[in-house]
Structures are given as structure tokens and as C-alpha cells.
């Protein structure tokens, strides 16, 4: 497994997480676009912009051989593991090139080459899943950890709090990692629980766990490697990051919840933007140098796009193919099955 | 007057909670938000916070506590945003809310409405465009309704909020936007009945929900090549009225049942299943299963379209029993 | 709605409780009996000796308007709520005259005329159930408080956290009252989860949490009072009592995972022992005056045998009553289908 | 050599994870206790609690991580102490282990079975006797497993622990004590083959679990009558083998499905769609279902046998077919 970092020249850990945040950035703007025109599959597209820190903080933490489990709004998560942007952008646009051949879509993308055990339209779906790769993990001595990313509406779902307990009990090498951006669609933290210090219910449990601000990325990467390590050494841990959720809930959301001000503020917590600065102040390198950076990373995620426009949808042939394993027959098409009843000798 | 579909349901809960002080409503995003698809847009506004309860994100305990309102004097109507969800809530759905008048002898019953929506049409995937209503029809102690048209969008909502046992109330997606002529002043057909929509004398066709429309459709089709197509809209599957389709099947002989739901197991089997053993002396062909396929739904657009009946596989396939 | 306490002679709070807990010991050891004699309806049968100053303790912190829902281990509960152990027997004699007709049994009694909105074969199964009646009751101004009451395996259940978060959210009359009593089967509690100080997980929620040892039935009764006024008040809260399960998970378990030291010290922790004891070494009665009364009560639980025995099994014509409501028709029998099918014109 | 239904299901646990270390087991009660009906007795003391894995008791999350291990290269064995519990599960099960492979493109699979029992027979009250097949069986993704034998109680299982793809295994909480004479080293029959048990040309009996002995009861009592009926044994309902059942179905012309579920909706109706469907030129008569009561099942012994299938129910109603 290679973690793919197309765009070369990181030479500071700051350097190479801004790169990688910027990444992200560009890509939702980009697949943003691409719905708006309409060239999606799917009605629904939750961009992560503003969540960047807690991606790509978290998987600077990660080893090659972990795995992990994303919510619905897990584009910047895939990417700062290694995804491939174009595939991404093809699979999100339902195209027979995507890393599920356009059945999974935007809020299904999957690739077990990255130890991406998958993305999901359930909240808190994917949670349980790194209990069973935590077990897994520990059978076969593979070193790994297994990450669950979710959302802190995922916080409402017990079953976050059975997985929790087990990998505590059981003291596997599992993490869990609520994206905090103070929003579950329309409802605010603090109207969806009576105490938002989310860390806290961890800690009941018997799990590691911190809350880190998600504006500066360095503090992120450096909580998640505290809390990771020590999952892989057999005490498993939560971290929540707060951020703040720039835009909508899905791209259609104008978020009408929500007010200016409100979400002025918020958005002056932009990780980018934070280790831009960071990075100018410390001299390490020149606006102009990002500038160029910035680009090259737009160039490339443009031509995501003119790549997934060009492809093709799966074929219709594929319906039926991959309900079950290859070596099993496929599902009766009704169709087929009409063919017979109407035909009667 | 004209009238959405979404609008019809948003105006049977506002007239239910006017008329009734202990319906409320929860569920996620009922409130501020107004709904995922907006059929709750401002009741939060008319009603109050008290009454249009936005909930955190735990469909278990959404259902679990309509249940203990149901049997407290509260009249809940609890939204799963998508019937995909169901899952999560089976247990207290199935073991609770429609065990419980039952297993206690009769001296509570738990009359609440879990409204949610099912069905394709918006590419959302294999996790939000399923047609579940066979694991409900299974499960006795549930009453189902699914509304096919605007004017039942309303008056099986007002209905079922009317009603002693819970009702699973599941609305299709793709219907939100329809718009249709209707009085809703006018006597609402019987709670239970069936309504047939149009009147044939070569096919019966049984369905519900959006396949209702899709089924007109074909029937329009089908006459214009002389096949008389009869048309009933189940309208609730629990209870099911089969003395409204007893006598057009007694009559046509032929029959087509068409569902959205995954064919194996689901509610076309059992539509097929009851009209046969009911009525088999009467039918020169077997009961015609349109139905979805057994697979799960692509967001890819043309897969999941292709997984679901169509008006032209109903038209196809019954053109070919006259062919 | 009257509690029913039909033997007199309570001088004091003490008094009272010992008597309430001794029925329910008498009741308990009786509806054993009735069930090696196979005269009990159900292959599943939980007895709550050991525990008995949980359900009294509980039970008289509550007022008669409130609420409740037990686990499967409910008898003492709903016994110290003021239920007739005669209607109680017949029920889990699955007999006509029982609290469900029969239809019950003991994990499925309830009695809306005591508030107790059933006992559940669902582990976990009646928590929201409560959540939901903190609403109602918060809607119709009763100030009824609702009580679930289950075990410590229940806090296993994703369920347990969704509706205590919903209660702390929304500042619901509600408590959540586990009886540990150490084992869930034959798992102990510290074999299913890492952090036994189960408490925290509730104040972690926002609601108030605490944990009273159970062997002395008047410290039981105060936690109880503390927690129960406070949900009154809008701040509901959970409350651990510690126990032991004398006997086995269900009648016929012998607890072969148990071994006898355990066994032996975990009776010590015998909550109607310790009140008689503190009831004679106050000098408020003699040991010949209790041995009066625990001779009354178990004359009066005998009775319940005999009364449950007499009574009929509930009519084959009583099967399809009560799907539904009465005002609605009959879910028709596979018979009455049948006899149409096969009767074919 | 003769052994119980129980003792089969844990020699087949045993064996298989003798041949495959990946093989785990997971679930509430399934290691010191040995299980709540004793199946995985002692092989906590035999594999070590790393592979036979007590857990708390939390449905939902054993499923979602079974899912999990069997992505990342275990093959897990979640048990779920009664099938009654699966409603907390569906979604782990439904939408996770059944369309992980088909979301994600084929990828990856979820080769984990889902081992529970059902049934009534137990007075074991609403919650604890149900006959839940219907829900998996109308759901895409999901393999099936029902043994009525001691021989299939063992093969099937073994099967069922080589399959790519999620297995539901669902035994009979009434045939864990049954004892039957087998030799397990004898050659099985094929994984998704139904068995015809009897053979007779007056009746096609189509059954499985535990209604199968039920149903092989009544053909004795129904030969001495001098109906003749042909029983057979789906094994497993998906797959389904159509093709053991179509040429006596056409051979013999009259059909009766037989299933412990409740009957709407329940797999009894989808195998009377599909017989009728697929042979309806071949049938006197209706195909005929018994099935489960749509009602909750009591404690109380006799509102329990009364509401499900027996051997006097099948034959009396096979009988009157013959009247
Ligand atoms: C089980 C379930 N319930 C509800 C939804 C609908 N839904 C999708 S995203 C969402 C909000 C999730 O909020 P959060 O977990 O904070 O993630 P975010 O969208 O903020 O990234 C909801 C309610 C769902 N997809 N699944
Ligand atoms: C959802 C569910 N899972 C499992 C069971 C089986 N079961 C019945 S009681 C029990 C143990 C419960 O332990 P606890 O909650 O501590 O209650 P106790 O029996 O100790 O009173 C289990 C696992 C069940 N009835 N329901
Ligand atoms: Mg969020
Ligand atoms: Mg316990």
C-alpha cells in the first residue's frame, strides 16, 4: 500500500499538512461544482470544507497498514489518506472508473488498498466496523489500528457507546474520531446534548480521551498521535476535533439556521488559512511559494473533473453483478423471471 | 385547489395538532430545520417547541420514546427521516409498539404514527431509496398506510392519527412535488378501503404508493393498444382490503400486482399468494409479480431506475399476457 | 390509584420497608416453587432475591402518579409498588386471572392502574419507554416522574445512552435505575465493561448519577429520594444499586461460573437480613414480633399458590383478541382462511 | 452414530475452527456460559477466549463488529441469542453486511455467519418465540440457513463457514435435543439444495426447520388415509432451490407450503407466488399455505402451540384437499 503525495516539495511536517489540507480544500470546491452542474450522482454531497485539520491531522497519525471508517462527509479523509482524487472524483460522479465502479457514490466510496473499510450513509454505520478490525487486527498481529471518523450528530447513536465499551473491555486498537462541527444538519451540539465536552463519555467508558481544537493542525496531528499510539499499545481512545462546518449541510443547505455572525465566526477557524499564516510567519516559506503550490494543487483537481466528465456510467450490465461473490450465480432479473412466467408451454 | 403531496401532509398534521393538544411531533430535524423534505416547514413555528420536538440523531429512542408517549395520553407522530432507518428501530417497532397492547392483555394499546419515506428516484443510494414496507406488513400488531396521491397524503395522515393501534405511515420521495387538484373538505374515503382508480376489463392491476402512478401510466399505454387495464391503490396494506379487489379479480380474471420493494419475500408475494388462494377458480393466468429487483439500489442513475418497475415494464409485461 | 400494603402495622420507615422486602423474598421463594412444580407459564423464570432493597428502596421514593417500566427480573419492583401477588402469581401462571390474562407472563406484567408501564424480555427494552413518558408527563403537567428500572447488563444497550441523553437534554422527569447486581447470565460486570463505576456514564450525559450500596435498604431509600425529587424538578438522573444475585440468572442456572466464596460473601450482602438486624438491635421490635409478621406474609404468599393453581388457563378464544384494539376486527384466523380456500365453489 | 441437533451445531463450530484459524466466535454467553441452549459449550476451554469471544450485551454493535472482523480477514461467527433480538441488529445487518460488496463494487465481502435461533415451542412469551425468517429472506445480500436435521445442523453450518457472503443461520429452539443417527463423515448434500425427504404423488409438502418434522408427521398419518405426499426440505431460502421443487410440483399437481412465520408476508407467501407462478398450468389446485397465526405469540402453552403450525393442522387441511 502506497500513500500517494502527488505534489512534491514538503519540507517541514507544517509544510506537508498544509499541502495536504489544501488538497482537500480544492477538491470539495471542485466536486461542489461538479454537482452544481449537475454531474454527480446522488442527491446528496457534504463537503468537509473546514473540517481539514481533523483529516489530515488524524491521518498523519495513521500508519500505512491501519484502517478506517468514514461518515457521509469523509472526502478530505479519503484524500489525506492517499485516495486518488481523480478516482474519487469519478466514483462521486457515478462512473464506472470510481474506486466502486459508480454504484457507492460520494457517501459509499471505499478502497481496501488504503484500508479504507468504507464510507457510509448511515450515521454511526460505520462505527462498529473498527471493533471487528480491531479484533482482527489483533488475531492476525497486523500492527494495525482502526479508525472510526464520524460526525458529533453520530454522538446521538448508541451504538457509538456499545462499540466504545467493547474496544475499551477488550483493550483493542481502535480509535474513535468525532469530526465536531457543531452542527448534525440543522441542530446545534448543545440542542442535541445536555453536555458537549464529548470526550467525557469516552472516559466513562474507560477509553483515552481529548478534545483538541481543530484550527491549528499541528495540535491536531499531535493529539491524534497520542491518542493513536496509544491504541496501538492496547487502549484504545476518542478524540473529538472542533471545527466548524463552513457550509451547508449538503450542498443544496443554505443553512438558514444559522446566522451571520454565527457563521463569521466560525469561519474564521480555517486550518488553511491558520497554517498558511503559520507557515509565512516562521519564514520556513513565502506567500509566493504557496501561491504556486496552490495552484499546481488546483490545476490537479481540475483535471479531476474534465477526467470524470469523460467517463463512462456502469454499464447496465452491472446490476446484477457483486450483490454476491463472483463465484456464486448472480440474482434472478424480474425480468428474466417474467420472460418464463409469460412464456408457459 | 392545487396542492403538493408535501403540502397535503403538512397541513393533516397542523389540522391534527389543532384539533387534538396531545399529538406532537418528533423527530429529527422536524423542527427548526422543518424536515429533511420540508413537509414540517414552520409547525415548529405555529406549534411550538413543546410540541414539534427536535430530537438528537437516535432512531431507537426516538421510537422507544413515541412508545412510552403513546402510553402516557400522547398522540406522537415520530418521523425516521428515511425508511432505510427502520433497522436501528425493528426492535422497538416490532417487540414494543406492536406487542404491547397484546402481551399486556389488552389494557394499553400505543397509538402513535412513525411517519418516514421510502423508494428511489433521487439517486441517494443503497442506505436511503429502499421500500421497506414488507417488514412491516409482516409484523402483526402494525397498521401501514402509503399514500399515493395528494388527497390521501392528507386524509390517511388525519386518519391514521385518529387510530388506537400504531401506524406506520411511510410516504414516497419521489411524490413530495406532485401537485393535484383537491378538496379536502370532501368526504375522505374509508380509512382501510381500497380505491380503484380506474376501471378495465382485461387486467387487474394491485398496487400502492408511487407505483400507483406509474401504473395509470401504463394503463394509458395499454388502452391505446385495447387492453382495459382496472387499477387499485391499496392505499393501507394494513389492513388489507381484499373485498374491494375480490370482485374485479372474480370478474377480469387476469392480474398483475406491482411493488417497489425487492421482489423476494415482499409485499407483491403476498398480494400474489392471497389472490390466488382466494380466487384461483377465477384466473386464466397466474398473478403477474412486478416488483423490484433483488439487489441493492446504485446511486448511478440509471441503475437504480433500472432496478425498480417502470411504467414500461408494467405496460411490457402486461401487453405480453395478451400477446 | 391506591398502594396496596395490606399488612398493617408499619411503626416505622424501617419497619415498613423490612416488611415490603420480606414480601418480596416470600413472593420470590414462592413463584420458585411454583415453577419446579412446572405450574408457572414460560420456560424463563428470574427470581430477585439479593435484591429486594432496590425495588423497595426505589418504589418508596415514588409518589402514586408516577411511572415505571422493569427488566425481566421485575417481580420485587412491582410487588413493592403495591401490586396483588395473588393477580401477579396467576400471571406468571399464564392463567386468565393474572395481570395480562395470561398472555404475559412474568417478563411481559404490567398494570397501568400502578403505573407500570410493563416489564420487558427485551434487555434494555423499556428504557426509552420512560423517556417518552417524561414527555407526556411533562406535556399534561401530572408531575409524574418515570422510572426505568434494569439490570447491569442493560448497560451493554446503545439505547441506555440515547434516552439518557434525550432525558438530559430536554430536562425530563425521568430516572434511570440500574440494579447491578453484578452479573448479566453468567457475564460479571467487570467482564462486560472497563469502567464499573457505571454512574459516570450518566453524569458524562449531564444527568445526576450516583451508585448506593444495596444491603442497607434506608441508605437505597434516601439515594432514591435525592434522585427522584431532583428529575421532579427537571433534572433527571440515574442511580446504581449494588447487589448480589443470590441464585441463578434464570431458575434452573446453578451458576457453574460462580464459585462458592463469592457465592457465600455475596450473600452476606442480604438487604432483609440487615433490616432485620437493625430493626431488633434499635429495640423498635423483637425477634419474636418479626418472626409474627414474616409468618403472616408468607401465609398470604402461599395463598397466592393455591389462588393460582385453581385458576383456568386463558380461552383458545382469547388468541386473537387484543392484536388490536377491540374496536377494530380480528386479525382472521389461518383456519377461517383456510376453510375458505379449501371450500372453492 | 447418534448425536443431538446441539451437539452437531458445536461439532461443526469445532471442526470448522480447527480448519480455519480465522474462524471466531462471538457473543452474549457464547464462552463460560456455553451458550444459552448449550451449543458452544466448552469450546472457550478448547479455542481460548481469544476465539470464542463473550461479549456485552449489546446486539447491534456484536453484528456491526462481526462485519468489521470479517472485512479485515477473520470469519466470525455473532451469535444472537434469539432471532427476537434481530430487530436491534437490522441495520448492521441489512444495510452493512448485505451491501458492502455491491456498494463498494464488488471490492470486498462480508463472509461472516449470523448464528440465532427461533421458533416457539419454549412458552417463552412475545419476545422470545418468533420466527423472524421473512425479514432476511426479503433482503438482498443475505444468505439463509435453516436446518430441520442433525445431519444439516452439522453441514449446513460447515458450509455456511466457507460461504463468501453473509450467512443468517437460524436452528429451531425445539431441535436442540432432537437426536438423530448420523455419520458426518458421509458426503453432504450440496449447500443450497433442498432435500426430498419423502415422496409420494397425491401432495408437495414445501417446508423447512423445525415444520418439516411436523410436516413428515402428517404424511404418515396421511398415507394411512392413502394420500401419499412428497415433503420437502428447503434448507436454506436463499438460495432458494427452485429447481428440486418445480418437477414435483408438475408431477403431482397439488401443492401445500408449510412455515412457522406468521403467514402475511411470510416466506410461505412468497413460496406459493413463486410455485404459482412458475407452474400454474400444472395446479388443481391453489397452492395452499399454513402458516403462523398474524397475531404475537403468548407464554401461556396453549395460545402458544394454538398459533403456529402442527402436525394435525397439515394433515387435517391436506386431507379436506382430498375431501
Ligand atoms: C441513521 C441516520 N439517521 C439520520 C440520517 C440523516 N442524516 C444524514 S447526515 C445527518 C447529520 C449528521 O451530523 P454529524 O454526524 O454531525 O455529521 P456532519 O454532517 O456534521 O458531518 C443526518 C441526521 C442518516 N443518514 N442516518
Ligand atoms: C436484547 C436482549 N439480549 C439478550 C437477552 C438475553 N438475556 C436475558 S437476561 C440477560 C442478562 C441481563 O442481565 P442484567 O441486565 O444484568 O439483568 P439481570 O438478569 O442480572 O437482572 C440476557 C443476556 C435478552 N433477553 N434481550
Ligand atoms: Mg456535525
Ligand atoms: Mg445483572
Known amino acids: 500500500m502506497t500513500l500517494q503525495h502527488p505534489i512534491p516539495g514538503s519540507n517541514t511536517d507544517l509544510h506537508r ?25 446522488g442527491s446528496m454531497l457534504h463537503l468537509s470544507i ?26 478530505g479523509i479519503f484524500l489525506a489518506r492517499g485516495a486518488d482524487p481523480a478516482r474519487m472524483m469519478a466514483e462521486i460522479g457515478g462512473k464506472e472508473a470510481g474506486y466502486c465502479h459508480g454504484k457507492g457514490g460520494s457517501m459509499h466510496i471505499a478502497d481496501m488498498g488504503l484500508g479504507h473499510l468504507g464510507a457510509n450513509a448511515i450515521v454511526g454505520g460505520g462505527i462498529p466496523t473498527v471493533v471487528g478490525a480491531g479484533l482482527a487486527a489483533r488475531h492476525k498481529k497486523t500492527g494495525a489500528v482502526s479508525v472510526a471518523f464520524f460526525g458529533d450528530g453520530a454522538t446521538g447513536q448508541g451504538i457509538l457507546y456499545e462499540s466504545m465499551n467493547m474496544a475499551a473491555l477488550w483493550g483493542l486498537p481502535v480509535v474513535f474520531c468525532c469530526i465536531n462541527n457543531q452542527y448534525g444538519m440543522g441542530t446545534r451540539i448543545d440542542q442535541a446534548t445536555a453536555n458537549t465536552r464529548l470526550h467525557e ?23 491524534a498521535r497520542r491518542i ?13 476535533v472542533d471545527c466548524y462546518r463552513f457550509y451547508g449541510h449538503a450542498r443544496k443547505d443554505k443553512s438558514p439556521y444559522r446566522d451571520a455572525a454565527e457563521e463569521d465566526a466560525g469561519r474564521q477557524k480555517d486550518p488553511v488559512a491558520h497554517a498558511r499564516a503559520r507557515l509565512i510567519a516562521a519564514g520556513l516559506v513565502t506567500a509566493a ?6 495552484a499546481a494543487i488546483d490545476a490537479e483537481m481540475d483535471a479531476t473533473i474534465d477526467f470524470t466528465i469523460a467517463q463512462a456510467e456502469p454499464p447496465l450490465s452491472s446490476m446484477f453483478r457483486d450483490v454476491y461473490d463472483p463465484s456464486e450465480p448472480e440474482p434472478e432479473p424480474v425480468r428474466t423471471r417474467l420472460d418464463r412466467v409469460l412464456a408457459r408451454e | 385547489m392545487e396542492m403538493t403531496y408535501r403540502d397535503a401532509l403538512r397541513q393533516a398534521l397542523a389540522d391534527a395538532m389543532r384539533d387534538d393538544p396531545d ?19 414552520d409547525l415548529i413555528r405555529d406549534f411550538g417547541p413543546d ?33 432505510d432507518f427502520i433497522g436501528m428501530t425493528m426492535d422497538q417497532l416490532a417487540n414494543q409498539a406492536a406487542k404491547i397492547r397484546y402481551m399486556f392483555g389488552g389494557q394499553i394499546g400505543v397509538p402513535m404514527v412513525l411517519r418516514t419515506q421510502g423508494g428511489t428516484g433521487r439517486s441517494a443510494g443503497a442506505q436511503h431509496s429502499q421500500s421497506l414496507e414488507a417488514y412491516v406488513m409482516h409484523t402483526p400488531g402494525l397498521r401501514l398506510a402509503m399514500p399515493a396521491t395528494v388527497a390521501d397524503a392528507y386524509h390517511l395522515l388525519r386518519q391514521a392519527l385518529t387510530k388506537p393501534d400504531p401506524v406506520v405511515f411511510i410516504e414516497h420521495k419521489a411524490l413530495y412535488t406532485m401537485k393535484e387538484d383537491v378538496d379536502l373538505s370532501a368526504p375522505a374515503l374509508e380509512w382501510g378501503k381500497a380505491a380503484v382508480r380506474r376501471t378495465g376489463d382485461d387486467l387487474v392491476i394491485v398496487t400502492y404508493s408511487r407505483q400507483l402512478h406509474y401504473a395509470l401510466d401504463a394503463a394509458k399505454t395499454l388502452s391505446a393498444q385495447g387492453i382495459e387495464a382496472t387499477v387499485i391503490d391499496l392505499r393501507t396494506l394494513n389492513p388489507l382490503d381484499f373485498e374491494t379487489i375480490r370482485p374485479h379479480v372474480e370478474r377480469v380474471g387476469r392480474v398483475m400486482v406491482v411493488s417497489e420493494g425487492a421482489m423476494t419475500c415482499g409485499v407483491a408475494a403476498e398480494l400474489a399468494a392471497r389472490i390466488t388462494e382466494e380466487c384461483f377458480d377465477f384466473l386464466h393466468d397466474p398473478v403477474i409479480r412486478v416488483a423490484g429487483e433483488d439487489i441493492p439500489i446504485s446511486v448511478s442513475t440509471q441503475l437504480e431506475s433500472g432496478s ?15 400477446a
Open chain 1, 17 to 41: 499538512l498544509y499541502q495536504e489540507m489544501r488538497r482537500v480544500r480544492s477538491f470539495e470546491e471542485r466536486v461542489g461544482e461538479l454537482f452544481v452542474r449537475g454531474q454527480t450522482a
Open chain 1, 50 to 75: 473546514g473540517e481539514e485539520s481533523a483529516a489530515v491531522g488524524v491521518c498523519a497519525a495513521m500508519q500505512p497498514q491501519d484502517t478506517f471508517t468514514t461518515h457521509h462527509r469523509g472526502h
Open chain 1, 201 to 223: 463519555r469516552a472516559q466513562a467508558f474507560g477509553l483515552n480521551g481529548e478534545t483538541v481544537d481543530g484550527l491549528d493542525v499541528e495540535s491536531v496531528a499531535a493529539a
Open chain 1, 228 to 240: 493513536v499510539d496509544a491504541a496501538r499499545a492496547g487502549k484504545p481512545g476518542f478524540l473529538a
Open chain 1, 289 to 294: 511559494d504557496l501561491d504556486a503550490l496552490d
Open chain 2, 23 to 41: 399529538v406532537v411531533i418528533m423527530g429529527e430535524e422536524v423542527g427548526r430545520y422543518g424536515g429533511a423534505y420540508g413537509v414540517t416547514k
Open chain 2, 51 to 83: 410540541r414539534v420536538i427536535d430530537t438528537p440523531i437516535s432512531e431507537p429512542a426516538i421510537v422507544g420514546a413515541a412508545v412510552g408517549a403513546a402510553m402516557t395520553g400522547l398522540r406522537p407522530v415520530a418521523e425516521l427521516m428515511y425508511v
Open chain 2, 308 to 322: 425498480v418497475p417502470g411504467p414500461k415494464l408494467i405496460a411490457e409485461t402486461a401487453g405480453r399476457l395478451f
